[in-house]
């Protein structure tokens, strides 16, 4: 009987710790998975996590595509926003750059790209100031003084003297009415392929026009850059947002 009582003492023993290890392991946090364990004690707990509840995974980044769209669409971009590098100034004009975009002011003077193009689609952000004047031109070559003589002008122009008003292709095709407003932006728009000119303010086509082959002098089609006109000293205009695409 001595005997076993003995072995009935350690029975009981052995189901006693089996019973208590088995409850630890029910209890244990799976230190893989989250940031406290109580068992182990690695890791800072969260204050609302609970025992054998894994912390949730982190939402999955959403995948942004670093190329713009501009690229996307074969445009070039032809101001930066931050100075005039790629353009040249005629007549020390007072072209300047403030928060993205040109100012142009002052006497007459023309910003001309260094680059030349032919047949393109040509975009830029617009705002006069009232009774201001400016342009637009194209297939135009740089020169130190004067008007451009060679290539075609765009018309920038709400409220100045001149009855000639924005979107015109000057001295070819004039509008005496405008859908621009003074002090509000709009966007200029010129594509040229081969002798087609066509012209836009806010997507509202303004010019249509064929070039005859017949045309003479040196306002006409070609090829070179464009140029941004400060007209007189009371006109303030505003550009930003200027690029191109290049035309097959």
């Known amino acids: 009987m001595k005997n076993l009582g003995i072995w009935l003492l350690i029975a009981i023993c052995v189901l006693t710790i089996d019973s208590v290890q088995a409850g630890r392991r029910r209890g244990r946090h799976r230190c893989d998975s989250c940031n406290t364990c109580n068992n182990c004690g690695l890791g800072a707990s969260s204050e609302n996590a609970e025992v054998g509840e894994a912390a949730p995974e982190p939402a999955p980044v959403p995948y942004e595509d670093t190329e713009t769209a501009d690229a996307d669409d074969g445009w070039i971009t032809l101001f930066n926003g931050e100075d005039l590098t790629g353009w040249k100034i005629s007549e020390n004009g007072q072209f300047k750059v403030e928060d993205g975009k040109i100012v142009v002011s002052g006497p007459r003077a023309h910003l001309f790209t ?115 006109q400060a007209h007189d000293p009371d006109s303030v205009v505003y550009f930003k947002n200027i690029k191109v695409k290049v035309l097959e």
Do not use: C
Request: charged share 25%; net charge negative.
């Open 114 to 228: 260094e680059e030349e193009f032919t047949n393109f689609e040509f975009t830029a952000d617009v705002m006069t100031t009232p009774g201001s004047n400016s342009g637009l031109y194209f297939h135009t070559k740089f020169q130190e003084t004067g008007w451009p003589e060679i290539g075609h002008e765009a018309q920038v122009n709400v409220t100045h003297t001149d009855p000639v008003k924005t979107g015109s292709l000057y001295n070819v095709v004039k509008l005496l009415e405008t859908p621009a407003k003074d002090n509000e932006w709009w966007t200029q728009k010129i594509i040229v392929d081969g002798k087609h000119i066509q012209i836009f303010v806010n997507d509202e086509q303004v010019v249509d026009y064929v070039e005859p082959d017949d045309v003479e002098g040196s306002r006409k089609l070609s090829s070179g850059s464009f140029a941004i």
